[in-house]
């Protein structure tokens, strides 16, 4: 891979099924820390769902708990504050990474329990992030991913970066639509930090496919004040 990052419209547009994606960086003026997080569906249960701010966490919810057919790998809550670090996953693992924090454990230890989604004959990918404030800015990013398509064994594949101004990385759980959906290759893209996150979150929600995405949380951290501004679009509403 080379070191020419874009824009998340470019990594976005034309593709209709990225699936769910994770973004972390550094704003072009290094004072901030960023994160995203989206969720797209096909299915009615997929797209039946809201993104709801609770503190420092963010927690998926059904938007019409009447159409909920299978809660397990739909509901859960993809962003958690845990002292200085913030966690950032696509299922329920954000709760595993927060118990072992909590224990003074670390992201890869607790991913290391955990595996792909058994929702044959996808296996969508685990794909998590953490950001860590402590003594500075860095993040590290991980997939769990079925290596041999048929759900019995899992690859992990993880990642640590140090923030490069103006820059972040972007994993997503699918390259694209498909049946089976193929899953996420090679390590997380480069992509362009603007300095302002509501330009970044109108960039990434508009370049999202129009009929398929359904929530998007994006997040600023001044690294010298630690004020945290975030911005939720949900497709649904509340």
């Known amino acids: ?68 057919k299978d809660p397990s790998l739909i509901i859960y809550s993809p962003v958690k504050r845990v002292g200085q670090d913030v966690i950032v996953t696509n299922g329920d693992q954000t709760d595993t990474v927060e118990q072992y924090l909590k224990e003074g454990k670390c992201f890869v230890c607790a991913l290391k329990t955990r595996c792909f989604e058994p929702d044959a004959p996808n296996y969508t990918p685990r794909i998590s992030a953490i950001l860590h404030f402590k003594d500075g800015f860095s993040y590290e990013m991980s997939i769990l991913k079925s290596a041999d398509g048929k759900g019995e064994k899992c690859d992990r594949f993880n990642f640590a970066f140090e923030p490069v101004d103006g820059e972040g990385r972007f994993i997503h759980t699918y390259m694209r639509d498909g049946a089976p959906l193929p899953t996420f290759e090679g390590e997380p893209e480069r992509v362009l930090i603007p300095n302002d996150v509501k330009q970044f979150s109108e960039e990434i929600w508009e370049s999202l496919d129009k009929d398929n995405k359904i929530s998007l949380v994006c997040c600023a951290f001044d690294l010298a004040t630690g004020e945290m501004q975030r911005i939720v679009t949900n497709k649904y509403g509340k």
Do not use: C, H, Q, W
């Open 1 to 68: 891979m080379g070191y020419e990052a874009k824009t998340m419209r470019s990594a976005l547009t034309g593709n209709s099924y990225p699936g769910r994606g994770i973004v972390v960086g550094k704003s072009a003026d290094g004072a901030k820390a960023f994160y995203a997080y989206f969720i797209m569906g096909r299915s009615e249960n997929s797209r039946n769902r809201i993104f709801v701010e609770e503190g420092d966490n963010v927690t998926i919810y059904p938007y019409d708990e009447s159409k909920v």
